[in-house]
């Protein structure tokens, strides 16, 4: 899993300057599924048509995401004196507390100088250290902590959870844990739902869907197939009653010279697809490129451009909740689309939602149960 988080650094280094868009456009979004339909495609106007199913996920995802940090922030006004968080709570006059560094010789003066910027006035007056944190320490969207400097720890502003950060990307995939900006962009996916961590996302498509490797068992004509060398790995030890092997990283396997007959059984069954990423331009905008990597990165940035901006709305309308409000649950998505070319009497009703478990049409007589389910089955 570190490794994963190590990637999930580098891929910050990724920049589209051509990508980057003005974060005020989400200032005059409607908070709701329509609204953010059409700020999704004032942003990627690429997705109309093709991509409606996308548009539609998206959007129904950024309301939930909507809700959920606004339940967050009246749960947390509900708390009052009694909040967790104790002496980190902001709400009750609280501050971060700067932490030391780890190795504290070698930041030498920076945590006392950092420790004693806590008496420093609003304006941030004083001298900088190597531990202070701006906007341009993190990337596009991301708010700034609710301290200028780290290591430290506090009380998020988003989940209202005390935590320590010792570094500017610990606080990023803090933020991503609570917005979980990463979907499923597939048509069709059976577990369509958001990532907190764009390396769990991008395994879910690429196992999920684009199927870039996969094991097919050979033993005794199995056949059977895993897109997860750990999964096919267990396979054989379980349904074949191969031996476990004792290392499992791709180092040590690469170490012990590969000698161990499972995993050259698990290397035997190994196909790669002839698939080149050139083949899936970009569904934001149509771009193509030349790895896998850099498809997905880019595919992340434009998931985090429309995300991330949903957090400026929740500061917005925090500051008109209470403990008493209540937040309206979250409405099911429409099933489906149909062109508004369809003839009227087969049209179905905007408001058919997962909810209902039955179709309504506006003009298909009451007694016609077979052409409604007929209908019913080609919508499922």
Same mark, same amino acid.
């Given at each position: 899993?570190?490794?994963?988080?190590?990637?999930?650094?580098?891929?910050? %280094?990724?920049? &589209?300057?051509?990508?980057?868009?003005?974060?005020?456009?989400?200032?005059?979004?409607?908070?709701?599924?329509? +609204?953010?339909?059409?700020?999704?495609?004032?942003?990627?106007? /690429? !997705?109309? +048509?093709?991509?409606?199913?996308?548009?539609?996920?998206?959007?129904?995802?950024?309301?939930?995401? *909507?809700?959920?940090?606004?339940?967050?922030?009246?749960?947390?006004? +509900?708390?009052?004196?009694?909040?967790?968080?104790?002496?980190?709570?902001?709400?009750?006059?609280?501050?971060?507390?700067?932490?030391?560094?780890? &190795?504290?010789?070698?930041? +030498?003066?920076? @945590?006392?100088? /950092?420790?004693?910027?806590?008496?420093?006035?609003?304006?941030?007056?004083?001298? =900088?250290?190597?531990?202070?944190?701006?906007?341009?320490?993190?990337?596009?969207?991301?708010?700034? =902590?609710?301290?200028?400097?780290?290591?430290?720890?506090?009380?998020?502003?988003?989940?209202?959870?005390?935590?320590?950060?010792?570094? $500017?990307?610990?606080?990023?995939?803090?933020?991503?844990?609570?917005?979980?900006?990463?979907?499923?962009?597939?048509?069709?996916?059976?577990?369509?739902?958001?990532?907190?961590?764009?390396?769990?996302?991008?395994?879910?498509?690429?196992?999920?869907?684009?199927? %870039?490797?996969? @094991?097919?068992?050979?033993?005794?004509?199995?056949?059977?197939?895993?897109?997860?060398?750990?999964?096919?790995?267990?396979?054989?030890?379980?349904?074949?009653?191969?031996?476990? =092997?004792?290392?499992?990283?791709?180092?040590?396997?690469?170490?012990?010279?590969?000698?161990?007959?499972? @995993?050259?059984?698990?290397?035997?069954?190994?196909? %790669?697809? $002839?698939?080149? =990423?050139?083949?899936?331009?970009?569904?934001?905008?149509?771009?193509?490129?030349?790895? @896998?990597?850099?498809?997905?990165?880019?595919?992340?940035?434009?998931?985090?451009?429309?995300?991330?901006?949903? %957090?400026?709305?929740?500061?917005?309308?925090?500051?008109?909740?209470?403990?008493?409000?209540?937040?309206?649950?979250?409405?099911?998505?429409?099933?489906?689309?149909?062109?508004?070319?369809?003839?009227?009497?087969?049209?179905?009703?905007?408001? !058919?939602?997962?909810?209902?478990?039955?179709? !309504?049409?506006?003009?298909? $007589?009451? *007694?016609?149960?077979?052409?409604?389910?007929?209908?019913?089955?080609?919508?499922?």
């Amino acid at each position: 899993m570190e490794n994963d988080d190590d990637e999930d650094d580098d891929d910050d %280094l990724y920049e &589209d300057s051509d990508m980057r868009v003005d974060a005020n456009i989400i200032d005059t979004v409607e908070p709701k599924f329509q +609204g953010f339909q059409e700020y999704i495609l004032k942003l990627n106007p /690429a !997705l109309d +048509g093709q991509y409606n199913y996308l548009v539609d996920r998206l959007a129904q995802h950024q309301v939930i995401r *909507y809700k959920a940090l606004l339940n967050s922030k009246v749960k947390h006004l +509900g708390q009052g004196a009694h909040c967790p968080c104790g002496s980190l709570c902001m709400a009750m006059g609280g501050q971060a507390n700067i932490l030391e560094p780890k &190795d504290k010789d070698k930041a +030498g003066s920076r @945590w006392m100088e /950092a420790s004693s910027s806590q008496l420093l006035d609003d304006d941030g007056n004083g001298t =900088p250290t190597d531990g202070a944190v701006n906007q341009d320490s993190f990337p596009q969207d991301i708010p700034l =902590p609710p301290t200028q400097y780290l290591p430290a720890e506090f009380e998020c502003q988003l989940c209202f959870n005390k935590k320590k950060f010792n570094k $500017p990307s610990d606080w990023t995939k803090h933020v991503h844990e609570d917005v979980q900006p990463f979907t499923c962009t597939w048509d069709r996916c059976r577990d369509a739902k958001s990532f907190k961590r764009k390396a769990d996302w991008v395994r879910h498509e690429n196992e999920g869907h684009r199927h %870039l490797e996969w @094991w097919t068992c050979d033993v005794d004509e199995c056949r059977h197939t895993c897109y997860r060398r750990d999964n096919f790995l267990q396979h054989l030890v379980r349904e074949h009653k191969f031996p476990e =092997p004792k290392v499992k990283t791709k180092a040590a396997i690469k170490k012990a010279g590969n000698n161990d007959a499972t @995993w050259q059984k698990v290397e035997q069954c190994h196909e %790669l697809t $002839p698939k080149r =990423p050139q083949e899936e331009p970009c569904r934001f905008c149509g771009k193509t490129f030349t790895t @896998w990597k850099k498809l997905t990165v880019h595919l992340a940035k434009h998931m985090e451009q429309i995300s991330l901006p949903v %957090l400026r709305l929740v500061a917005a309308k925090a500051k008109e909740v209470s403990a008493d409000t209540i937040i309206s649950p979250v409405q099911d998505m429409p099933v489906c689309r149909l062109p508004v070319t369809q003839p009227p009497r087969f049209r179905v009703l905007s408001c !058919l939602t997962m909810a209902d478990h039955t179709c !309504l049409f506006s003009t298909i $007589p009451w *007694y016609s149960l077979s052409l409604k389910v007929a209908i019913c089955i080609i919508l499922w």
